[in-house]
T-cell receptor, first 112, second 118 residues
């Protein structure tokens, strides 16, 4: 079992549709990061959220950290083919020192 | 800046062989990490280092060894390769640890080494 559960695992949508990806845990995180990974490359950081209830926007992407800091969501408005990739959430637990725990990822395909 | 550089990009090993995966960063980061990524399983931490001369086990350290003789380099050693070690390996670095000031400390990843053990 994974500390961070991401859903859905796979998502295939048409260009222009909206979507939401979820990252859930029973643990409380001091911070949570979202990464995007393209084939053959390493993950690249999109955003970090730290405060419970925090909402951050990155162009068409909206990230929210749950009030209790146990979950997060990523909402994409009007998805584009360039949004295709693997989206990973990663959480830092206060008493886990320097370890960042990753979720299993959501693989998104946006078809033109 | 090159960022985090991993070599080789691909490798096929026979069971029982050994190899070293190389990782170098030029950002003067103190923290370095090795992850493995299996299909549908996200990233699992193998080992990490908070500075030269210091290493610590992550979630899945069995079958691997690391060393950190310099700030720049963090090689990962597989002594007796097993099929269960078939995976994509990612090295990463950060300015500070994951639990501290994450706003200023994202992980910078290399492009990975795809390893197959047959």
């Amino acid at each position: 079992t994974q500390l961070l559960e991401q859903s859905p695992q796979f998502l295939s949508i048409q260009e222009g549709e909206n979507l939401t990806v979820y990252c859930n845990s029973s643990s409380v995180f001091s911070s949570l990061q979202w990464y995007r990974q393209e084939p053959g490359e390493g993950p690249v950081l999109l955003v970090t959220v730290v405060t419970g209830g925090e909402v951050k926007k990155l162009k068409r992407l909206t990230f929210q950290f749950g009030d209790a800091r146990k979950d997060s969501s990523l909402h994409i408005t009007a998805a584009q083919p360039g949004d295709t990739g693997l989206y990973l959430c990663a959480g830092a637990v206060n008493n886990a020192g320097n370890m960042l725990t990753f979720g299993g990822g959501t693989r998104l395909m946006v078809k033109p | 800046n090159a960022g985090v550089t991993q070599t080789p990009k691909f490798r096929i090993l026979k069971i029982g062989q050994s190899m070293t995966l190389q990782c170098a960063q030029d950002m003067n980061h103190n923290y370095m990490y090795w992850y493995r990524q299996d299909p549908g399983m996200g990233l699992k931490l193998i080992y990490y280092s908070v500075g030269a001369g210091i290493t610590d086990k992550g979630e899945v350290p069995n079958g691997y060894n690391v060393s950190r003789s310099t700030t720049e380099d963090f090689p990962l050693r597989l002594e007796l390769a097993a099929p269960s070690q078939t995976s994509v390996y990612f090295c990463a670095s950060s300015y500070s640890g994951a639990a501290f000031s994450s706003y200023n400390s994202p992980l910078h990843f290399g492009n990975g080494t795809r390893l197959t053990v047959t």
